[in-house]
């Protein structure tokens, strides 16, 4: 029904940059909200960052505001995440999730249906 597919990830030095992508398997992006959570090992599942359907709200986790920047191309059916000066305490497995219309708390885990299966972001101090 709804398949998300992350990729992107790797290891970076502190104050560095990645993008991740999400690509999905359909175009979601006008009726599904879409998020980004990360789970590091040992912690739970946080959201990192969120974007209403139709692309029109953002939402960011206090720890991220100001360094990560959520978007989407509809043309590519792709959801990113810009993640800028990046810390050792980034480093998590990072997942893209979607849920059907939208949601009164985008950054909560448990409001989403559909996850990818992860990519993996390592920073190094």
């Known amino acids: 029904q709804v398949q998300l597919v992350e990729s992107g990830g790797g290891s970076v030095q502190a104050g560095g940059s990645l993008r991740l992508s999400c690509v999905a398997s359909r175009y979601l992006f006008s009726s599904y909200s879409m998020g980004w959570f990360r789970q590091a090992p040992g912690k739970e599942r946080e959201g990192v960052a969120a974007i209403d359907s139709g692309g029109g709200t953002t939402y960011y986790a206090d720890s991220v505001k100001g360094r990560f920047t959520i978007s989407q191309d509809n043309a590519k059916n792709t959801l990113y995440l810009q993640m800028n000066n990046l810390k050792p305490e980034d480093t998590a497995m990072y997942y893209c999730?979607?849920?059907?219309?939208?949601?009164?708390?985008?950054?909560?885990?448990?409001?989403?249906?559909?996850w990818g299966q992860g990519t993996q972001v390592t920073v190094s101090s």
């Open positions: 999730a979607a849920v059907y219309w939208r949601t009164a708390a985008p950054l909560s885990q448990a409001e989403y249906r559909y």
